[in-house]
């Protein structure tokens, strides 16, 4: 007898717009940083309780989002335009310089929350909500 796959309670959708929207991929209601602060993230989701940082190294795939979006979609090609413009290199370097720092910054928060929901789209059943009846089937290894 063939079983059909379960459908998760959170969609990839519901993913998707919970990781963009800064909020619990899990229930959607508790927000990724605190209110406080632009850099400080809550410990945990106020809401359904849902740990952030499961291991060392899980906010990885965000720094690298936002390199590559800072690098290679914003330095970059500020550098070519700005070279094929011929503009003095003092300038070019210090607008980049600009660029290159302020960028990330302002990318910050977006970057956590899009790496949530990167992560989570690949791995939807690694969201609590969606564990099964059977949590030891579906469970990641470190809940």
């Keep these: 007898?063939?079983?059909k796959p379960q459908a998760?309670?959170?969609p990839r959708s519901e993913i998707l717009s919970r990781g963009l929207g800064?909020?619990?991929p899990n229930c959607?209601?508790?927000k990724l940083f605190a209110d406080q602060s632009y850099f400080a993230m809550a410990p945990a989701c106020s809401h359904c309780q849902m740990r952030w940082d499961k291991d060392e190294g899980a906010f990885l795939g965000s720094v690298t989002l936002n390199y590559g979006?800072?690098?290679f979609g914003i330095v970059l090609p500020w550098i070519v335009i700005a070279v094929s413009?011929?503009?003095s290199v003092s300038t070019i370097v210090a607008v980049a310089m600009v660029l290159a720092i302020?960028?990330?910054l302002l990318l910050y928060r977006w970057s956590k929350?899009?790496?949530f929901a990167c992560y989570y789209l690949i791995l939807p059943h690694h969201l609590p909500a969606n564990w099964s009846q059977k949590p030891e089937l579906d469970r990641p290894p470190d809940e």
Excluded: D, N, S, Y
């Design 1 to 3: 007898m063939e079983t």
């Design 8 to 10: 998760f309670k959170v």
């Design 22 to 24: 800064l909020r619990c």
């Design 28 to 30: 959607g209601e508790g």
């Design 69 to 71: 979006v800072t690098v």
């Design 85 to 87: 413009q011929e503009l």
């Design 102 to 104: 302020g960028v990330p």
């Design 113 to 115: 929350g899009a790496w």
